[in-house]
């Protein structure tokens, strides 16, 4: 075989951000698997690249990974892209990719932009480590259970949301992860991109108040630097104002748990730090 299937990254927002080597490749694949041919249409269009297209998302993935791989083994090129950044992240493609690298065929990556990458790369928050973990799951005992191991997590957490369903996740965060420090980017490299740092209650106040709207990467801080930033915040608060409040507290009764539970919720640092204090009264 001769052929090969081209993975296309294309523009996430700003249609200029396509690179020379994309705009080479659909022009010179035999066919284009779009995850939404209208949307793709707009990106053709704007670099004059007449090639026949045909559809490829998530309700006829089993017939049309069927049919491209049959055109590939009669030696056709064709290349898959999805509406925004790179195939088969939180979109269609891996299917078709792992058929056609089991048949044989040659897969050539055309990188593209990221939303996850774009966002944690502007996020303030550690980029050394991270876990992507696209779309949690809707169903509310699939989704608890991903949070609760989410919370244990030491890197930097990535998410992607939708509008309406972003105060829910924003909710679900609080109860399950805390009030971790997060950045929310919107919109990214469109009109009325965004970046937006602050808690996850701040953000819970904010997106009450105004709606959402657009598409959101929430970029999460880790365990780690949670731990990291609290005994930073604790060091810093060290002195006579954290012994204070833990002795006015005990004083008036309250155990070292409740003392610590109050704390870090007011000073927004993790528990243990904490009670390594209450250790020391």
């Known amino acids: 075989m001769n052929s090969c299937l081209y993975i296309v990254g294309t523009p996430i ?8 080597r994309a705009i080479d490749a659909l022009k010179s694949v035999d066919l284009i698997a779009c995850e939404d041919t ?10 004059s690249i007449k090639k026949p297209t045909t559809s490829y998302h998530k309700f006829n993935i089993k017939s049309k990974t069927k049919y491209l791989t049959g055109q590939l083994k009669l030696g056709k090129n064709i290349a898959l892209v999805s509406d925004s950044g790179m ?10 990719i792992q058929v056609a690298a089991q048949a044989g065929i040659k897969i050539e990556v055309v990188p593209g932009p990221s939303a996850a990458i774009s966002a944690l790369s502007v996020s303030g928050i550690g980029t050394g480590r991270f876990v992507f ?3 949690l799951p809707t169903g509310t005992a699939d989704r608890k259970k991903r949070l609760q191991a989410l919370a244990k997590e030491g890197r930097t957490v990535i998410l992607y949301e939708a509008p309406h369903r972003l105060l829910k996740t924003l909710t679900n965060l609080y109860d399950n992860l805390g009030d971790r420090y997060i ?23 904010k997106f009450v108040k105004v709606k959402p709207r657009g598409e959101f990467v929430i970029v999460i801080e880790g365990k780690e630097e949670l731990e990291e930033r609290g005994e930073i915040e604790v060091k810093r608060l060290r002195g006579e104002e954290v012994k204070k409040l833990m002795g006015d507290l005990i004083g008036e009764g309250v155990s070292k748990s409740r003392v610590v539970k109050i704390l870090a919720k007011r000073l927004n ?13």
């Open 38 to 47: 209208r949307r793709t249409k707009i990106l053709l269009d704007r670099y």
């Open 87 to 96: 195939p088969g992240i939180s979109d269609p493609g891996q299917e078709l």
């Open 13 to 20: 927002g700003n249609l200029k951000d396509i690179t020379l």
């Open 269 to 281: 640092v993790p528990k243990n730090q904490l009670y390594r204090e209450t250790l020391n009264i």
């Open 133 to 135: 973990e696209g779309f």
């Open 183 to 205: 950045c929310i980017a919107r919109e990214l490299t469109k009109k009325f991109e965004e970046q937006i740092r602050g808690s996850v209650s701040e953000m819970i106040d």
